[in-house]
């Protein structure tokens, strides 16, 4: 099976009945995690109910990208002790924000630790990060198996970098935090999202803002982008 399973949609705080940033992507029995925000692990337990997932991307120290691998820490701790370590891809200061959260175990006991800005494979995918702007440092990761090509931005303010990321992608997942007229040069609104994502077949907004209305996004997104334009929802499945 090969699909991407939406965990969580909301950028900051989850809105209630949903969670923070977090996908599910599955290639043939290799499970990758991408992110894991806030109230997003109980959505990956019902997938898996011992954490057992292969990898873990996390792309920022954010909270609501990453404190519930603390979580899922517990999880593997407890439920599978003798396990091998997952093996965890996370950008700069991941690991001490999972370390401030639950110091005991370390993080680097339950998780086989890399620096995702080195990676250049996680099991069957390629990889690809391009650090993309954000207030911390963000990578933007590309997964690439045979039959299939995703892209993530985790968190990103418009940049030419969005591009490359999301060139001959099935699918592309970004921010579209904003909406209407945007200052914020860290953060997207769809319409931006969309210009970056030219160059992938289908696009998937998330991260939005608690309390936006979605559909207003997808249709700043539609009017630029040729491809299909789909709004992240807890649960949905996406074939690949």
Not at 31 to 58: C, I, K, N, Q
Request: hydrophobic share 40%; glycine share 8%; net charge negative.
């Amino acid at each position: 099976m090969r699909s991407l399973t939406v965990l969580g949609s909301c950028g900051a705080w989850p809105e209630p009945g949903r969670a923070c940033a977090g996908f599910l992507l599955e290639y043939d029995g290799f499970r990758v995690v991408l992110d894991l925000g806030y109230a997003a692990l109980p959505r990956l337990l019902e997938h898996s109910p011992h954490g057992e997932v292969d990898a873990v991307v996390v792309t920022h120290q954010h909270p609501d990208h990453c404190v519930d691998v603390s979580a899922l820490a517990r999880v593997r701790h407890y439920e599978a002790p003798d396990a091998d370590p997952v093996a965890l891809h996370c950008a700069p200061g991941v690991l001490d924000v999972l370390r401030a959260l639950e110091p005991n175990p370390d993080p680097a006991e339950v998780f086989d630790v890399h620096d995702l800005a080195s990676t250049t494979r996680i099991g069957p995918f390629d990889v690809l990060t391009v650090e993309l702007p954000h207030y911390k440092t963000n990578l933007g990761v590309r997964l690439s198996a045979p039959g299939i090509s995703i892209a993530y931005t985790g968190d990103s303010g418009p940049s030419p970098e969005l591009r490359k990321l999301a060139a001959d992608t099935d699918l592309f997942i970004s921010d579209a935090t904003l909406q209407g007229d945007a200052s914020d040069r860290y953060l997207m609104t769809a319409a931006e999202a969309a210009h970056g994502a030219r160059g992938a077949r289908r696009l998937l907004l998330t991260h939005f803002w608690p309390g936006s209305d979605r559909a207003v996004s997808v249709r700043e997104a539609e009017a630029v982008f040729e491809g299909e334009v789909i709004a992240a929802d807890e649960g949905l499945e996406l074939l690949l």
